[in-house]
């Protein structure tokens, strides 16, 4: 590796770090709950969408089915939970290790279509497990899953009234995604998948194994969303299929990354930065109407930031050279 | 189970399968021509249901009357999409591919949220038409009018874009859909062309929707549903091939109906989704696309 690129790397830790510890200190002077809960989604989805790009970014593979591995990570450690006793923060990790598993059976189908017919799949694979969960009973069916009280405590992550905890956990978790991206971007397997997403032919005939290193970058962001989801679960209480798999969480969990710029480090967290404030502030302000208008916003602004800003919202900070790598 | 029910379930699917199959010809058509997937395509359809349904409200007009009404609508709601998003999408330097997802996406959502704005979120049906609830006894089978009106407008419909495939017009959309780069230098005014692609293939889906009306409900989230069975229709007969949406609408709508008849009706779709991906295991391109 040149000087630039470890220049510019040591540029990103240190960036990261001051990132980590402003996030770390920004909910303390909040005491308004509303603002708190805005503040905890924003950061989870700023993970999920970091745990998105590993696969739709940095491996260049637009998966629109996401949903069912954040659903089955949040059933996984709930049903864990009240089913076997596993106190849901070593949960977390089953479901990460789930999820991460079941990428591998849904990549070795999908990944032999490319483009669209790739994508497609992936909406299909997220429909798939959606209808099975919302009519399997075994798992509640469509009524979904209550997780009951039993305390404070961080074994169980629960906590009564408290959002502080939550937060540094959605903290650990987006930093945790933050910190895979980086050992990526600078690893064997983050040189492999970009030359993939440039030229698959290319790639091939580098000697780039084609095949696995999808399957790597898969398993790994169906992990991470998977334990987000569990993450989700134990912070709302309750689960149902339309609230955790339903297709339009697919979207949901890539907006940021798309909308925030793609196979970047910061990417995700600009954009769930905008997009879970606006989403959150119109709906409460305007949905309660029941009238769409906070629909009609949230489309317009996904519209508008695709077309005015492809590169993403990334685009507006940092130098010229990062750019330049970006495209 | 006795000859009869597999006739009745048989006829079913095939009803419904022609639908899905002029929704999914709409979006192939845009898909070959241009590369891009429409993901606001089931809110076209949406919207062109909303439209039968506002129409036949204020003025009692029967739904089959404003056919042509609605198709020539959608047919200008799909040149001015062109014209307005699309044409800048394709014009993007970084993430092309991305852009074009998200964009009709976002639409997709605007659109949702429109039709919520205008008409609330709950279910609205066309009632007391021509058609309403009479039935054809075919020997024991029966079909519900709405419905065999419905799949034959599709077929006539299907026929329309083949005849339109003969035309001068058509040639050129051939053309451009070979070449994009060579068109112009014969002549062919490329944006025109694509813009008449998004004309015809929202006037399609559009057709659909207004035969839809006529026995299925309305609402801000109907077009989601039957748009993940377009997107499916068209990926298993080939991205671009009007042949392949027809004959995966029909293989789709009888997967469904004996899916639905044979293990459960909750998961009709599961039935549809598994044969998908078996065949898209074995042509990844599927059954009709060009490897």
Same mark, same amino acid.
């Given at each position: 590796?040149?000087? &630039?690129?470890?220049?510019?790397?040591?540029?990103?830790?240190?960036?990261?770090?001051?990132?980590?510890?402003?996030?770390?200190?920004?909910?303390?002077? /909040?005491?308004?709950?509303?603002?708190?809960?805005?503040?905890?989604?924003?950061?989870?989805?700023?993970?999920?969408?970091?745990?998105?790009?590993?696969?739709?970014?940095?491996?260049?593979?637009?998966?629109? =089915?996401?949903?069912?591995?954040?659903?089955?990570?949040?059933?996984?450690?709930?049903?864990?939970?009240?089913?076997?006793?596993?106190?849901?923060?070593?949960?977390?990790?089953?479901?990460?290790?789930?999820?991460?598993?079941? @990428?591998?059976?849904?990549?070795?189908?999908?990944?032999?279509?490319?483009?669209?017919?790739? &994508?497609?799949?992936?909406?299909?694979?997220?429909?798939?497990?959606?209808?099975?969960?919302?009519?399997?009973?075994?798992?509640?069916?469509?009524?979904?899953?209550?997780?009951?009280?039993? =305390?404070?405590?961080?074994?169980?992550?629960?906590?009564?009234?408290?959002?502080?905890?939550?937060?540094?956990?959605?903290?650990?978790?987006?930093?945790?995604?933050?910190?895979?991206?980086?050992?990526?971007?600078?690893?064997?397997?983050?040189? @492999?998948?970009? @030359?993939?997403?440039?030229?698959?032919?290319?790639?091939?005939?580098?000697?780039?194994?084609?095949?696995?290193?999808?399957?790597?970058?898969?398993?790994?962001?169906?992990?991470?969303?998977?334990?987000?989801?569990?993450?989700?679960?134990?912070?709302?209480?309750?689960?149902?299929?339309?609230?955790?798999? &339903?297709?339009?969480?697919?979207?949901?969990?890539?907006?940021?990354?798309?909308?925030?710029?793609?196979?970047?480090?910061? =990417?995700?967290?600009?954009?769930?930065?905008?997009?879970?404030?606006?989403?959150?502030?119109?709906?409460?302000?305007?949905?309660?109407?029941?009238?769409?208008?906070?629909?009609?916003?949230?489309?317009?602004? /996904?519209?508008?930031? &695709?077309?005015?800003?492809?590169?993403?919202?990334?685009?507006?900070?940092?130098?010229?050279?990062?750019?330049?790598?970006?495209? | 189970?006795?000859?009869?029910?597999?006739?009745?379930?048989?006829?079913?699917?095939?009803?419904?399968?022609?639908?899905?199959?002029?929704?999914?010809?709409?979006?192939?058509?845009?898909?070959?021509?241009?590369?891009?997937?429409?993901?606001?395509?089931?809110?076209?359809?949406?919207?062109?249901?909303?439209?039968?349904?506002?129409?036949?409200?204020?003025?009692?007009?029967?739904?089959?009357?404003?056919?042509?009404?609605?198709?020539?609508?959608?047919?200008?709601?799909?040149?001015?999409?062109?014209?307005?998003?699309?044409?800048?999408?394709?014009?993007?330097?970084?993430?092309?591919?991305?852009?074009?997802?998200?964009?009709?996406?976002?639409?997709?959502?605007?659109?949702?949220?429109?039709?919520?704005?205008?008409?609330?979120?709950?279910?609205?049906?066309?009632?007391?038409?021509?058609?309403?609830?009479?039935?054809?006894?075919?020997?024991?089978?029966?079909?519900?009018?709405?419905?065999?009106?419905?799949?034959?407008?599709?077929?006539?419909?299907?026929?329309?874009?083949?005849?339109?495939?003969?035309?001068?017009?058509?040639?050129?959309?051939?053309?451009?859909?070979?070449?994009?780069?060579?068109?112009?230098?014969?002549?062919?005014?490329?944006?025109?062309?694509?813009?008449?692609?998004?004309?015809?293939?929202?006037?399609?889906?559009?057709?659909?929707?207004?035969?839809?009306?006529?026995?299925?409900?309305?609402?801000?989230?109907?077009?989601?549903?039957?748009?993940?069975?377009?997107?499916?229709?068209?990926?298993?007969?080939?991205?671009?091939?009007?042949?392949?949406?027809?004959?995966?609408?029909?293989?789709?709508?009888?997967?469904?109906?004996?899916?639905?008849?044979?293990?459960?009706?909750?998961?009709?779709?599961?039935?549809?989704?598994?044969?998908?991906?078996?065949?898209?295991?074995?042509?990844?391109?599927?059954?009709?696309?060009?490897?």
């Amino acid at each position: 590796m040149d000087n &630039a690129i470890l220049r510019r790397r040591k540029r990103e830790v240190l960036g990261g770090v001051i990132v980590l510890a402003a996030l770390a200190l920004l909910p303390l002077p /909040i005491k308004d709950v509303y603002t708190q809960n805005l503040i905890i989604i924003t950061v989870l989805f700023a993970g999920l969408a970091q745990a998105w790009n590993i696969l739709g970014g940095y491996c260049g593979q637009i998966s629109l =089915g996401h949903a069912l591995y954040f659903g089955v990570g949040g059933y996984v450690s709930t049903l864990l939970y009240l089913k076997a006793g596993l106190p849901p923060s070593l949960g977390l990790f089953a479901a990460f290790g789930v999820s991460g598993l079941l @990428a591998l059976p849904v990549g070795w189908p999908c990944f032999r279509l490319s483009g669209h017919y790739y &994508a497609i799949a992936t909406v299909v694979v997220g429909e798939i497990g959606y209808l099975l969960f919302l009519n399997w009973d075994f798992v509640g069916g469509a009524t979904g899953v209550f997780i009951p009280f039993h =305390g404070e405590s961080w074994a169980q992550l629960q906590f009564k009234t408290a959002k502080l905890p939550y937060h540094y956990l959605v903290l650990a978790f987006a930093a945790a995604t933050w910190l895979t991206a980086f050992l990526l971007e600078g690893s064997r397997w983050g040189f @492999a998948w970009r @030359a993939v997403k440039d030229d698959v032919t290319a790639a091939r005939s580098l000697g780039v194994n084609i095949f696995s290193s999808k399957m790597a970058a898969a398993a790994l962001s169906g992990g991470f969303t998977g334990m987000g989801g569990a993450i989700y679960a134990q912070y709302v209480g309750y689960i149902d299929p339309d609230s955790v798999l &339903a297709g339009h969480f697919s979207i949901l969990i890539a907006l940021p990354a798309v909308l925030g710029g793609v196979s970047t480090l910061w =990417g995700p967290l600009i954009g769930a930065a905008v997009l879970m404030p606006a989403s959150e502030l119109s709906r409460s302000y305007l949905g309660g109407s029941g009238r769409g208008v906070d629909l009609m916003l949230y489309g317009g602004l /996904i519209v508008i930031v &695709a077309l005015a800003r492809p590169q993403g919202l990334v685009s507006l900070f940092g130098r010229k050279d990062d750019h330049a790598r970006i495209a | 189970m006795p000859v009869a029910e597999i006739l009745q379930v048989a006829a079913g699917g095939l009803l419904m399968g022609l639908i899905y199959a002029l929704v999914a010809a709409g979006l192939s058509l845009i898909f070959g021509l241009m590369d891009v997937v429409n993901f606001a395509h089931g809110e076209l359809m949406m919207l062109a249901m909303y439209a039968v349904f506002a129409i036949w409200q204020l003025t009692g007009a029967d739904p089959l009357l404003l056919l042509p009404v609605v198709a020539v609508l959608l047919f200008g709601l799909g040149m001015a999409i062109y014209r307005g998003l699309i044409a800048r999408a394709l014009s993007v330097q970084f993430n092309r591919g991305m852009v074009q997802i998200f964009v009709t996406f976002g639409l997709a959502i605007f659109i949702r949220g429109a039709a919520q704005f205008v008409w609330g979120g709950e279910f609205r049906s066309v009632t007391g038409h021509w058609l309403a609830d009479r039935s054809l006894n075919l020997g024991g089978v029966f079909l519900p009018l709405p419905q065999v009106a419905a799949s034959l407008v599709c077929l006539a419909a299907f026929a329309g874009l083949l005849m339109v495939s003969r035309t001068e017009f058509g040639k050129a959309l051939e053309a451009t859909r070979e070449d994009r780069d060579a068109v112009a230098l014969i002549g062919i005014d490329r944006d025109r062309i694509f813009a008449m692609g998004w004309g015809l293939g929202a006037g399609a889906v559009g057709i659909a929707g207004v035969m839809l009306a006529g026995f299925y409900y309305v609402g801000p989230n109907v077009g989601a549903s039957f748009a993940v069975i377009a997107y499916v229709t068209v990926a298993l007969g080939g991205f671009g091939s009007m042949l392949g949406a027809l004959v995966a609408g029909v293989l789709i709508g009888e997967v469904e109906a004996f899916t639905a008849a044979l293990w459960e009706p909750s998961l009709k779709q599961v039935g549809v989704f598994a044969v998908y991906l078996l065949v898209l295991t074995f042509r990844p391109r599927g059954l009709f696309g060009k490897m």
